[in-house]
Structures are given as C-alpha cells and as structure tokens.
C-alpha cells in the first residue's frame, strides 16, 4: 500500500479503557516498520492531548502529547477561528472547559441546575455527566435565541468504555438539538471539516497519502471517505463486519484485528 501516513482512531482501535485491544502493538510496530507518520485523533473531549499520552503509556503505547488531537482541541480551534471574543457556556465535562479555557476562550460551564453568570453569544454541547433535566431547560432557554450559536463537540452517540458501551457527548447534542427545535451550527470532531484540516496539517501529507484506521463507520471511515484516504474499519470497537453491508459509508478495507496492518501495508 502506498501511504506515507496514518491516522489512529483511539478507543475501540487501540484501548478499551486503559487496556490495550490484542494485536494493536502489532498494528502500530507495523506502521513504524513501514516509516509512516502518524497521528492519534481521538472524539473524546474530555481530556488534553498530555492526558492521552499518559494513558496510552498505561495501555504499554507510546505517543508524544504532539501526536494526538481530540475533540477538544479540535472544538477550541473552531471556537478561535469564529467566536474568540465571545462568552461561551459549556455542557461538558471539567477537562474540556479547562482546555477551552487554555486556549483562551471566555468559558462557563453550565451549572448543574442550569445556572449562568454570564449571557453567553454560544452554546457548546459535550458529553457531561451531570446532564439532567434543569441542564436541558437551560439550554431550551439560551437558544431560544436565535443569535446564540450552538456547536456540539463530536457526535459520537454511544462510546466504547472498559465497562462496555456508554452514553457519548452525541446523546447530549441530539437531545439539546430535538427540544430546541435546532441543529448545531457545527458538530466537531471526527468527520469535520476541521478535524480533517487540522490532521492532515499535522501529518504535513497530502489525503491520498494517509491511511486511516478505525471502528466507527460514520466518524472515522467517513472522515477518510470525505477526504480522498484510505480507510481501513476494524471491528474491535462499536463497528461488526455485517453493520458495512447496510451503511452507505464503506471502508476500502475490513480488519478483524490491528493486527492485519502488516499484511494490509505490504499489499502493492
């Protein structure tokens, strides 16, 4: 295969938890054997990419803070490009409003009974497990406002944990979206625009020479897709083999294990 790089989708690929998925050591030592560059991206928002290096080095991965991007740095990059001088309000977890913040951005996060201080120009919907009732109510009320954007970090519905699947920041974005009546200005992450920029930035390639792997059909495979990359579904995660008969997104290639990367990147 003809590819001089390689972007990693993280949870359901590599780990589930702080665990490393069997054959995915095998898989990475095959992308170094080839010399390919590559790049982790991850639709967790919840924590900065330091968090990620550190927890791949649980799982015995190494990576570098520098390669890997998330839904959160991928969010603060939209933010900055569009809404730098405004007040922001956040449905998310601790790490995200953190990592806005960093990047400076004017970031509240909203109160578990829906509380504000400030009269926020937008509205970001992340994966928060506080999310109940009154938090919902709040939002129904800030975009009643027409003027205030609404912007969801990733639209993963239903994420792969060591306990098994959980609810994603996606449950959140759907359900403030249907009782506002409005779809999100922009959902981030994988497979957007900018997620798609900002990765190929990284890797310096142009998309015809990246490979991306990973076991979401409508994230990964459809961010490889869109681009012009080839795209390889492994079915460790979310994704079963029989689930790409019925999408209308379809992988170039079908791995049952990261293992098969070797074989994969030795075809001509």
Do not use: Q, W
Request: charged share 25%; aromatic share 2%; with cysteine.
């Amino acid at each position: 295969m003809d590819v001089r790089g390689v972007i990693f989708d993280v949870d359901g690929t590599l780990v589930r938890g702080d665990e490393p998925i069997p054959g995915a050591a095998a898989g990475l030592d095959a992308a170094e054997a080839a010399g390919l560059r590559r790049l982790f991206v991850s639709n967790n928002p919840t924590k900065p990419p330091e968090a990620y290096e550190a927890r791949l080095a649980r799982a015995g991965i190494h990576a570098d803070a520098d390669e890997v991007l998330t839904a959160g740095t991928v969010t603060a990059r939209y933010l900055l490009d569009r809404h730098a001088a405004d007040s922001i309000a956040v449905v998310g977890e601790p790490g995200l409003v953190d990592l806005l913040g960093e990047a400076g951005l004017s970031v509240e996060r909203v109160g578990r009974d829906g509380d504000l201080r400030v009269d926020p120009a937008v509205l970001v919907a992340s994966l928060d497990r506080r999310f109940g009732y009154k938090m919902l109510r709040a939002c129904l009320d800030l975009l009643a406002d027409g003027d205030v954007a609404f912007v969801g970090t990733d639209p993963d519905v239903v994420i792969p944990a060591a306990e098994g699947d959980v609810p994603g920041s996606g449950a959140i974005v759907d359900a403030i979206a249907n009782v506002a009546g409005r779809e999100p200005a922009a959902v981030l992450g994988k497979p957007s625009e900018t997620a798609r920029e900002m990765a190929l930035d990284r890797l310096d390639l142009p998309p015809e020479d990246v490979l991306v792997v990973g076991d979401r059909l409508d994230t990964d495979i459809a961010l490889g897709a869109r681009s012009g990359m080839t795209t390889a579904l492994v079915t460790t995660g979310v994704t079963a083999a029989e689930d790409v008969a019925s999408s209308p997104i379809t992988p170039d290639h079908v791995l049952d294990s990261l293992a098969e990367l070797e074989s994969l990147l030795a075809e001509p």
